[in-house]
């Protein structure tokens, strides 16, 4: 796949934004500030609602308030998330796309996206959000996935191919 898709990547890397923000550390560190704040939003807002679906929620209020309060806070935090990702892509293309942990991220990212905008809303806004054990499976299932990306962009970094 990656082969198939090299000259894709190496005209991102090369492209002039990939270029500028390759060449200005300032740049790179802003990025990837504003985008580890974007995670930190998203997965505090998803960890919240998620403790609501597990029983441990905040106080008596019912799950559904919860995820309607924090909504909008989940839906910047993944805005950011979206923005920043692909400007940090672009200046590490052809590095990134050889790297098997930024495929398992995409694939994850992706999953996580589709689950929570599905599976996920219907069990915190759904009129049965209760604790009951199909929260509670969609819990474990959206924490396991939103960790299992922020893991695979922190295995990014950590393998690089030779």
Known sequence: MTA??????????YSYVGQTIRHSAAL???L????????TVLLGAVLMVD???????????????IARDLRNWTIAGLAVLLATGPLIFVSEAVKCSKT?????KMVLLAIAVAFHFTVHRKAA???SAALGPDGRMVAVLSLALWIGVALAAKAIAIFQPS
């Open 32 to 39: 990837e500030i504003v985008h580890l704040i974007g995670l």
């Open 28 to 30: 790179i560190a802003l």
């Open 125 to 127: 806004f759904g009129e």
């Open 100 to 104: 098997p942990a930024f495929w398992i």
């Open 51 to 65: 403790l609501s679906l597990l029983g441990f929620g905040i106080g008596s209020q019912p799950v559904a308030r």
């Open 4 to 13: 198939v898709l090299l000259p894709f990547f190496e005209h991102l890397q």
